[in-house]
Nanobody, 137 residues
């Protein structure tokens, strides 16, 4: 079992920055693939950024150049640095983890395509409880 706990969400004005953190514990190690997803009210969950077990990253087009995913393997912590935030970024942000060769180890576009056809709990093995990000104009 893997436990994921997010933190760092909050309310900011457009153009501001936030850094989300996700602390992992349990049966997880640096071989896991991890990612960030978000879900706004009334909308489907969306893959935002992922980092695979070799350190390769991919991003949703809507956040490229603004968000950066990274991890500290020693601390078992995943981060999402969010800059130039927009009101459209307002959502609950979820941390996710899974062991290869899980779908989470694929690029964001492939993960999103799977999520569009399947329940998200089928696509991703472990979820955090979420942290709210609100961006005001």
């Amino acid at each position: 079992q893997v436990q994921l706990v997010e933190s760092g969400g909050g309310s900011v004005q457009a153009g501001g920055s936030l850094r989300l953190s996700c602390a992992a514990s349990g049966d997880t190690d640096s071989t896991y693939c991890m990612g960030w997803f978000r879900q706004a009210p009334g909308r489907d969950r969306e893959a935002v950024a992922v980092i695979d077990n070799e350190g390769s990253t991919s991003y949703a087009e809507s956040v490229k150049g603004r968000f950066t995913i990274s991890q500290d393997n020693a601390k078992k912590t995943l981060y999402l640095q969010m800059n130039s935030l927009k009101p459209a970024d307002t959502a609950m942000y979820y941390c996710a983890a899974d062991a290869p060769p899980a779908p989470l180890c694929r690029p964001v576009t492939a993960i999103q395509a799977l999520g569009g056809m399947n329940p998200w709990d089928w696509v991703v093995g472990y979820w955090g409880q979420g942290t709210q990000v609100t961006v005001s104009s």
